[in-house]
């Protein structure tokens, strides 16, 4: 025996459910002693598709302040976003550290 649901029943049920946005995460890049700056705008630059000024202020930021937060994404693009930065900077051999974090 099969229950009929009637179309206010459908509505009502529609109306209740609220659709959960996905978790976001921060990219953050750190700052070390031996990563050179001009590597850390070229990188923020190709990763994260910042233009030169403001991929040169994130890198004086992070020099600065110790991290700079450079994207916030959905989880799977910013661990890709992490994966491609440290990438990169192994790949040049540089020890450059870049983490996500939930906001």
């Known amino acids: 025996m099969s229950e009929k649901i009637s179309i206010e029943g459908d ?3 529609l109306e209740k459910r609220k659709v959960k946005r996905p978790s976001r ?3 953050i890049l750190h700052n070390d002693d031996y990563t050179p700056m001009d590597f850390v705008v070229y990188l923020i630059m190709s990763v994260f598709h910042k233009t030169e000024d403001e991929a040169a202020q994130l890198m004086l930021t992070v020099h600065v ?3 700079a937060i ?3 994404y959905p989880k799977e ?3 890709n976003k992490v994966d491609k930065a440290m990438s990169m900077a ?3 051999g ?3 550290l870049c983490t996500m974090q939930k906001e």
Do not use: R, T, W, Y
């Open 25 to 27: 995460f921060k990219v």
């Open 77 to 79: 693009i910013a661990e």
């Open 90 to 92: 192994k790949q040049e």
């Open 65 to 67: 302040k110790g991290k």
């Open 70 to 72: 450079c994207g916030i």
């Open 94 to 96: 540089h020890p450059l």
């Open 11 to 13: 509505a009502a049920l």
